[in-house]
């Protein structure tokens, strides 16, 4: 519908309104079922796209966070604070949880997301069982057992590399996510 108007014009020395007219122009406009259902799909196919990449950064946001709270938990520093105070371990603790949180926040819409989303999901679980065994390796002059920390988190992490396949896939793990780690074994031995 288009809708034409006529100005107001206001002089000096006279005052005069025109009145507005708003006339209806019918238009029509007719399109095939098939270019409808082609626009349709056009439409869909973009708004699927625009959410998965949504959802995506989501995902890449969270799996940061997870980055750096990693190399937070792989300090000498954390690891102290986790084994002798409380509040540290809670500290931890929650902030693991509430990346999970957000993470369940991301609907699964795409079987790619779902997939993305189990990856980091499965890495943050991962995490918590790190800073569970470090909280549980105590370390104990008295007692026989002496756990070292980085003992206790080789242990993990090869039986998670074993349980995934072992041998070459541990080898891709370890280049992946544990760099630095094995290029410390590797020097002391």
Known sequence: MKFSRKST???ASTTTTTATTTTEIPT??????????????????????????????????????????????QRQETVDAVRSEEREKLRMNEALMGLLLRLDSVPGVDPTVREAR????????????????????KLECDEVEY??????????????????GGGEEMERFCAHYLGLRCL??????
């Open 28 to 73: 029509t406009v007719h399109h095939t079922p098939r270019l409808q259902w082609q626009a349709a799909a056009r439409i869909q196919s973009h708004y699927r796209a625009h959410l998965v990449r949504t959802l995506y950064k989501k995902i890449s946001f969270v799996n940061s966070e997870a980055n750096s709270l990693q190399k937070l938990i």
């Open 9 to 11: 014009v206001f002089s």
């Open 184 to 189: 410390q074994r590797f020097l002391r031995e």
């Open 118 to 137: 189990r990856k980091v999901s499965r890495r943050i679980v991962g995490l918590q069982e790190i800073l569970d065994g470090i909280c549980e390796a």
């Open 147 to 164: 756990y070292n920390f980085d003992k206790v988190v080789e242990q993990m992490e090869e039986q998670v590399c074993e349980e995934r």
